[in-house]
């Protein structure tokens, strides 16, 4: 992966936690979606291949809203690697531009926008096997040092 410069003033460079409990991409949540993502340098982008089944169900035979939006800040957060930074979801916007199917191959990429100090600009889409963009996203993520902020956080 590229390198670029980190945030100043802290230390905001990325560091695993032992177990993951994230409900969109942790292998330790049995109730979560375990999306995992690989970095296509060629392309410059995150890419994960999903299916989304009936426990994810909005409208009849498609996935709920919320779940889409958690697949794509889930995508446009993993760019944040690229930087070796930690940084939370400040804003997210979601066009919904056609329904997401569920039991259908799908996939979704995130790439960075900008970056100006701590502050990340990301984007992410959600495509089907037809590669057609069926939902798209910016977000807005604020780089953070994780050793102040998750110095009190013990895990079970």
């Known amino acids: 992966?590229?390198?670029?410069?980190?945030?100043?003033?802290?230390d905001t460079r990325?560091?695993?936690?032992q177990k993951n409990y994230c409900f969109a991409c942790g292998r330790n949540n049995v109730d979560g979606m375990?999306?995992?993502?690989?970095?296509?340098?060629k392309r410059d982008r995150f890419v994960c291949h999903f299916r989304l089944?009936?426990?994810?169900?909005?409208?009849p035979g498609h996935c709920h809203g919320g779940i889409?939006?958690?697949v794509l800040d889930e995508a446009m957060g993993?760019?944040?690697?690229?930087?070796q930074v930690v940084a939370l979801t400040t804003q997210i916007t979601v066009d919904y531009l056609k329904p997401v199917p569920l039991n259908q191959p799908l996939r979704v990429e995130s790439r960075e926008v900008r970056v100006r100090g701590r502050r990340h600009l990301n984007s992410a889409e959600i495509l089907n096997q037809k590669g057609e963009v069926l939902a798209?996203?910016?977000?807005?993520?604020?780089?953070?040092?994780?050793?102040?902020?998750?110095?009190?956080?013990?895990?079970p």
């Open 14 to 17: 990325y560091v695993r936690l």
């Open 78 to 83: 993993k760019v944040n690697k690229l930087g």
């Open 136 to 155: 798209r996203s910016r977000g807005t993520f604020l780089a953070i040092d994780p050793k102040r902020m998750f110095a009190s956080f013990v895990e």
């Open 68 to 70: 889409i939006a958690t």
């Open 1 to 10: 992966m590229r390198k670029k410069p980190h945030g100043q003033g802290h």
């Open 53 to 59: 089944g009936k426990k994810y169900t909005g409208p």
């Open 34 to 41: 375990r999306l995992k993502f690989i970095y296509d340098r």
